[in-house]
């Protein structure tokens, strides 16, 4: 009888620790309805970052429910960083598509005095090159062709893009000329966009001469015939545009890496941020994001959690610098 009771109180202690644990599972951090803020229009490379990964997640089980894109354009992603500061603090489920250009313009001060520290930095999950191209039918065939056209009339050419003025696209640019010995980069015409696929549009319609930008905005116009690839600004060839040559080939020393990536809204919770982390991470390695990854031109780069607050506010600092010199402010 006293071993059936002790069985019994055994069992009993069992069930309700196993009760406890079903509780506490319950309990964990699971993202659901998922939003994704596109900082700019359609067609742009935070376009593509949200849109990118928006199958993936729920395909490999880090959200609940399929992840929702929301095109918030403006002021260079200065619209969506301030909605997300203001708006959605605390919100566990929205996540917000970051780049170079994210950090170039917090370093100019371009987000209505909000700094880097105002969101939390979650992952970045690749690398996008930049490009420099121009129309189809554009009497220019190489990067020297149009540095040399630059270095005889600096504001002959107009340049699009798809940030502010001073911005990563425009920096790219400037870079690139004062590597070819132009002497009055500031010159340089450059008007900015809302998102690449706008700067193209300008492009397209005669009204600009070459187009500033990353490797996945231009490869989606380049299969279409709407683009021609002077040069990628990356150490050297990439796969997805193997007879392009880099900058550096054509005696420019000049590699412009925008990297692409994650933050989410400040007064998260430590759990949800930590999940959010591990998640970017998970994603980052499986199988179906590397094919998705190379296949878009993205190059291997990864950065998570601490880390990536590390690597941001080192950026802004860099890059605050870097336009103060090539800008002479």
Not at 156 to 163: E, I, N, Q, Y
Not at 293 to 318: C, K, N
Request: charged share 20%; net charge negative.
């Amino acid at each position: 009888m006293t071993k059936l009771l002790t069985t019994l109180r055994i069992t009993l202690l069992a069930l309700l620790l196993a009760g406890v644990g079903a509780a506490w599972a319950q309990d964990e951090f699971m993202p659901e309805g998922v939003l994704c803020i596109a900082p700019a229009d359609p067609g742009g490379g935070w376009d593509f970052t949200c849109r990118s990964i928006a199958g993936l997640l729920p395909d490999l089980g880090l959200v609940d429910g399929q992840v929702r894109t929301q095109n918030l354009p403006g002021a260079g992603g200065g619209v969506a960083y301030a909605n997300v500061v203001a708006r959605q603090e605390g919100n566990e489920n929205v996540i917000v598509a970051a780049s170079t250009a994210t950090t170039t313009r917090i370093a100019q001060g371009q987000y209505q005095n909000l700094d880097a520290d105002d969101v939390r930095w979650a992952a970045a999950v690749g690398a996008d090159y930049g490009v420099i191209a121009v129309a189809p039918d554009s009497p220019y065939d190489s990067l020297t062709d149009l540095m040399e056209a630059l270095d005889e009339n600096p504001s002959a050419l107009s340049f699009v893009g798809g940030s502010a003025v001073g911005g990563w696209d425009h920096l790219k640019v400037l870079l690139t000329a004062q590597e070819a010995g132009i002497e009055n980069v500031a010159s340089i015409r450059y008007v900015s966009f809302s998102s690449g696929g706008q700067a193209i549009v300008e492009i397209l319609g005669g009204r600009a001469q070459a187009f500033t930008g990353d490797v996945s905005e231009a490869i989606p116009q380049i299969e279409a015939g709407n683009l021609k690839v002077l040069a990628v600004l990356s150490e050297e060839r990439i796969d997805n545009l193997p007879d392009v040559p880099t900058a550096q080939e054509q005696g420019y020393d000049v590699v412009g890496a925008n990297w692409r990536g994650f933050y989410l809204p400040p007064g998260i919770s430590d759990e949800a941020y930590d999940y959010w982390v591990d998640a970017f991470e998970t994603l980052y390695n499986s199988e179906e994001y590397t094919a998705l990854r190379e296949q878009s031109g993205l190059a291997p780069f990864y950065r998570g959690g601490e880390e990536l607050e590390t690597f941001v506010d080192a950026q802004v600092t860099a890059i605050r610098e870097l336009t103060a010199q090539i800008l002479n402010e």
